[in-house]
């Protein structure tokens, strides 16, 4: 057999075994890819933050890598599976939680390094992982993640400036910059609930019952199905509370070939339009929409299928989230997307109404030449 003793002392890397012990005492899940302890009175070796019972310091090699470990003789702890790689999915998520927790408690603070120390992951594996898991980069979940805070705090009633260093900003000025990428107004004009923005708006009776389609200067901003022509109203009063509404004829402006087309996709007779929109939404949100829009008439897609698409498997949850926030639904033709068992999943306008949209658009589908 192999002198293991002798063969260890000559195979130990040089670390700061200081460092390393101080790692192994803590169970450091940040250390985890990088170090490694093999403890020579068993033979076997770990990573920092293996659960097993700690061994005595004059027991313990240290090692930078599994293949250092494995050629000094020591074998695979059984527990910890250092030989194998670490979840990227449970790192993933504490990096999330922590982002989380605290993008409105740091102003900016939140590093990469701050996050590599939470998630125990590399920093090329960190921002892959999470990219992958989330459909962001760390740094777009930040900004999105302060700027719904910016929105809660707006909401609450609080100044643009407590709102904006509330939210984790340094300064009001990057409150405003952000704003005017993910809310498509000034944050003082969404706490104002839309003041200063003037809406036209159209209603007209459809199969599926009222429908109202609402465009600013810039597009549509909202579109609703509704039983009556108070209930649709009151959903656009909702959303844009302070903004100045009016309601015009169907043949004044724009909005009268903008609502032929919402009409033709109720009906089952349209797929995609270039209809301008006007509506916010975050990095992630945009790519769930945009591949909404590229759904052929008569066909649908599951959540799993969107997030796959986007390059997102993992965001399953987040695609579904997506789709409930979409304020112009029939234009980005999220009734299109169904759960993986085929079961066709909620609708902001009833099980129903989406059941007999996507009737609708197969029939239609099927009439189309090939």
């Not at 192999?2 to 200081?18: F, G, K, L, N």
């Not at 009063?237 to 004829?249: F, H, L, M, N, W």
């Not at 402006?253 to 009409?263: E, I, K, R």
Request: hydrophobic share 35%; aromatic share 6%.
């Amino acid at each position: 057999m192999r002198d293991t003793a002798s063969t260890m002392t000559i195979a130990r890397p040089a670390v700061d075994e200081a460092t390393a012990w101080n790692s192994v005492l803590a169970r450091d899940p940040a250390a985890d890819e990088n170090l490694f302890y093999g403890v020579t009175t068993t033979g076997i070796y770990c990573r920092p933050s293996c659960p097993s019972r700690r061994p005595k310091r004059e027991n313990i090699s240290f090692f930078s890598s599994t293949v250092a470990a494995e050629r000094a003789g020591f074998r695979a702890c059984q527990r910890c599976r250092p030989n194998r790689p670490k979840s990227p999915h449970v790192a993933v998520q504490r990096a999330r939680a922590y982002i989380d927790q605290d993008a409105g408690e740091l102003d900016e603070r939140i590093t990469l390094s701050l996050l590599i120390a939470h998630a125990g992951l590399s920093p090329y594996h960190l921002q892959r992982k999470f990219k992958e898991t989330v459909g962001l980069t760390p740094a777009q979940y930040i900004r999105a993640r302060k700027s719904e805070k910016l929105k809660t705090e707006l909401k609450r009633g609080e100044t643009v400036s407590r709102a904006s260093f509330g939210a984790g900003y340094g300064s009001s000025s990057r409150a405003y910059e952000d704003a005017a990428k993910l809310l498509g107004m000034t944050p003082a004009a969404y706490k104002r609930g839309g003041a200063g923005t003037s809406i036209d708006y159209v209603t007209t009776m459809t199969s599926l019952g009222v429908l109202l389609v609402a465009a600013t200067e810039r597009g549509v901003c909202a579109v609703t199905l509704g039983d009556t022509q108070d209930t649709v109203e009151e959903a656009l009063a909702s959303e844009y509370p302070a903004a100045k509404r009016r309601r015009i004829g169907a043949a004044e402006g724009n909005l009268d070939a903008w609502v032929q087309v919402v009409v033709g996709v109720v009906e089952g007779e349209t797929s995609r339009s270039s209809v301008p929109l006007d509506v916010q939404g975050s990095t992630f949100q945009w790519k769930v929409w945009r591949e909404l829009q590229k759904i052929p008439l008569g066909q649908t897609r599951s959540y799993t299928d969107i997030a796959a698409a986007i390059a997102a498997p993992r965001a399953v949850r987040a695609v579904a989230s997506a789709c409930a926030n979409n304020r112009v639904a029939l234009l980005i033709p999220c009734h299109r997307v169904i759960r993986q068992s085929g079961e066709l999943g909620g609708y902001r306008w009833g099980v129903e109404r989406k059941r007999r949209l996507l009737e609708k658009e197969r029939a239609a589908g099927e009439r189309v030449p090939s």
